[in-house]
């Protein structure tokens, strides 16, 4: 079998046993197409690489000023598509078992203040050519707030998972996997104006003869719904509006905002873990650390004898 053949393999079953995203599946491909590059530019494959070649790849990525984090991410691709090859006979051996990654920078993720979200939300309501894009718009934000959703889960929302103004959300995660976010009353009211907007769009839609969509944000595109870089591009001029910083506002400081706020507010770790699809609550932690520090910033720049 060709390098290409072991590729795709790998991702098939990726894709069959663990449910691996599109995006996932996307970036392994990418990692491995590399990898498999630079090992045909000297003379050799996946099938015959051995553990120097594997650790001069990474010395390679190094050189080329790669971060940690991008050459880390490329180990475990290696590392997974090596097991995979072992464990379905393609290979005797796993060249890759023994190698340690760079490891990883631990970042403090980006978060925001509530008064920061409330512009934002404000101006969602505000932002649209029409009613309908407002509500829709609202409807995005406060969901996205009020349950810290990834946003391809906020985007690829079925129809069928908000009818009869749910109290609960049902969101499908990565790997398929599935859990109920409570709603905020904001979040409840706005989902009910955009449900009724929406239902009446589809209702004309109907009498015009045109196909309706299953999904909770529906677009003409390909994918059926509103799609990631949309939101993202919202999600900016919104910013914009609500006079937020832009480089401060992405879908995914939302998320890290609705955990850093309902943990500072007295939620336990185990429910936020469970409120965000997160396998382990060790991922979870990590907002422990940003409230401290918003904490220090707070002493710092309001405690008396904090000041010069």
């Not at 004309?204 to 591009?233: C, D, I, M, N």
Request: charged share 25%; aromatic share 6%.
């Amino acid at each position: 079998m060709s390098d290409r053949h072991w590729i795709a393999a790998f991702l098939d079953a990726q894709a069959a046993e663990r449910g691996a995203a599109t995006n996932t599946q996307l970036a392994y491909a990418r990692d491995l197409a590399d990898f498999t590059d630079w090992l045909a530019q000297r003379g050799t494959s996946l099938n015959t690489a051995q553990k120097p070649d594997v650790e001069g790849y990474l010395i390679y990525c190094d050189a080329q000023g790669l971060a940690k984090s991008t050459r880390a991410r490329r180990l475990s691709a290696i590392k997974q598509l090596y097991r995979f090859c072992f464990e379905e006979g393609f290979r005797e051996d796993n060249p890759a078992v023994q190698i340690s990654g760079p490891g990883r920078d631990k970042r403090l993720p980006k978060t925001l203040s509530t008064e920061e979200v409330d512009r934002l939300l404000n101006a969602a309501a505000a932002h649209g050519r029409n009613p309908a894009e407002r509500e829709r718009n609202t409807c995005l934000m406060q969901l996205l707030y009020a349950t810290g959703m990834r946003v391809t889960e906020l985007v690829s929302l079925p129809l069928s998972s908000a009818k009869g103004d749910p109290r609960m959300l049902l969101i499908r995660g990565k790997g398929g996997k599935e859990r109920m976010v409570p709603l905020s009353p904001p979040a409840r009211a706005a989902l009910r104006d955009w449900l009724k907007t929406r239902e009446t769009m589809e209702d004309a839609a109907r009498a015009e003869g045109k196909p309706t969509s299953t999904f909770l944000f529906p677009s003409r595109g390909k994918a059926g719904h509103l799609t990631r870089h949309a939101f993202y591009v919202l999600i900016k001029d919104l910013a914009v509006e609500g006079g937020v910083s832009p480089s401060k506002v992405t879908p995914h400081t939302l998320r890290h905002a609705f955990a850093t706020h309902l943990l500072a507010n007295g939620a336990d770790l185990r429910s936020i873990q469970t409120f965000l699809g997160h396998a382990d609550v060790s991922t979870t932690e990590i907002y422990t650390h940003v409230l401290e520090e918003r904490l220090k910033e707070l002493v710092l720049d309001h405690h008396p004898l904090a000041r010069d």
